[in-house]
């Protein structure tokens, strides 16, 4: 195809904003797709030959989970289809909506029960759930006859699709010229237990020796061997999973495909996350006007039964509760300085995430201890996260290792400053404070308490200089986190995939 041409995009995701949203990676599939097909005119679905130049017709097929309220959307069914298994066909149905300008497919059938989580604790479940709707997903663009030229996957719930994809190929002519992508979310999450999933749709493991024995017959290993490109979700991310540190045991086979491996930093929707015309706020606020800001901090210092005074330091973690967020190293690190000699200069905390109950209870411990420093809100509440973004000084973010993470986006689009770890997308985002007189925010190192402490200690002497604290503070809110630049590397991508593609295709036929 020539670049004028439409570009089918099939895009697959176990969530998506504003549908389902667990974690990031629903923020990316809400986001994402969308960014992209507003990079050219849309045209009318039902008149496509009227297609701008270069126009992509992306669509985002999602599961029909329990938690997406029907009657929140304008749902139509779509087709009923079937797909092949070893003890007979399953049947499944597609119903459609739209986000946005965004064609969304929300896919139903048996293995997708309406009573099970997202994310179940029964990883096998799992691996029958979402094994069916990534290959129900491949059934369904068939059913609706719209070959995609780009089949772009997201982790291991639907890497399936992509391993099944490769198999079917080189026989199936409605497959034939479709190129797949693969992005990289989160490494650790392999689909361990979809072996027996995989096998009951008859996706037999890979024997190919550059995969590691025990990968063969999972979910994510499959889709990283079949997939035409992978895609981590930052650059630094990208290089990371090559070490054995951050590699999940795959480093060594992700070093056989460095060649098709790249890194493309997510972004945020900046329109959603907008303190100047955010409704959660006390008040509104803009890089031109930074002084309302100041009020949500002090509602925000009421509301959390804390002293209001704005020379207190005031810091947040708005976070899944998990070790790979770092925690732990943020309830010690804030304890040693709530215990020092100067008291941590007055310093305050509210903690809001809910996840691994050990690390919630630890959390509400710390505000049993010092009930004037520290809030500890177990529970997931976006409306509150927004009045935290707004009204804190610093976000900590002591992540242990981050694909991308947008928390430190969002937190400096709203002029609260990150304390980071230096680990993946966040040594991508965050430029460390006197490394760069463009400095973000501050990075540490060591995955240890006492890093961080001395992280936010020299955070803190920062503080104390207001004019130097707001310098920083529009340095941050000044940087461009919108999806628009990633989505233009996104489709460069693309375009590059099917070109290649449709030369192998050539290839084979002279
Ligand atoms: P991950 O995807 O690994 O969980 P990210 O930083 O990429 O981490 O994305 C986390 C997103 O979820 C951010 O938008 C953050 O504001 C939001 N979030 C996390 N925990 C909560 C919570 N308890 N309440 C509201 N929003 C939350």
Known sequence: MDKNQTLRVLFIAAEADPFVKVGGLADVAGSLPLALRTLHQTPSLLHPQESGEGFIDIRLAIPYHGAIREDAYDLRPVTKFSVPNIQGSIPAEAFSTNSGDLPVYLIAGDPISPDAPVYSADSSADGHKYTFFALAALELARAIGWSPHILHANDWHTSAAVYSLARKRPTDLFYRNTASLLSLHNLPYLGVDSGPALKSYMLPPAHDSRLPKWAQHMALPLGLLAADHIVAVSPGYAKEILTPEFGSGLHEFLRTRVDSLSGILNGIDVK???????????ANY???????????????????????????????MIT????????DLTLEALRQLFLAADSGQGLQAVLLGTGNPELEESARRLEINFPDRVHTATRYDPALSRRIYAGVDALLIPSRYEPCGLAQMIAMRYGCVPIARATGGL??????YGATEESTGF???????????????????????????????????????????????????????VKRRSGDENQKTT
Do not use: C
Request: overall charge negative; aromatic content about 10%.
């Open 320 to 327: 899944r509760m998990d070790y790979q967020k770092g925690v």
């Open 286 to 316: 803009s890089i031109h006007n930074l002084a309302p800001r100041a009020v949500n901090k002090n509602a925000l210092q009421r509301e959390l039964g804390f002293e209001p005074d704005p020379n207190k330091p005031l810091l947040a």
């Open 272 to 282: 959603r996350w907008d303190p100047e015309t955010d409704p959660h706020l006390e």
């Open 427 to 432: 040594i991508d985002t965050i430029r460390d």
């Open 443 to 497: 990075l540490f190192h060591e995955a240890e308490p006492e890093a961080l402490e001395q992280a936010v200690m020299r955070a803190m002497t920062v503080f104390a200089h207001p004019e130097r604290w707001q310098a920083l503070q529009l340095r941050g809110m000044r940087e461009d986190f919108s999806w628009e630049r990633s989505a233009r590397v996104y489709l460069e991508l693309y375009h590059s995939l």
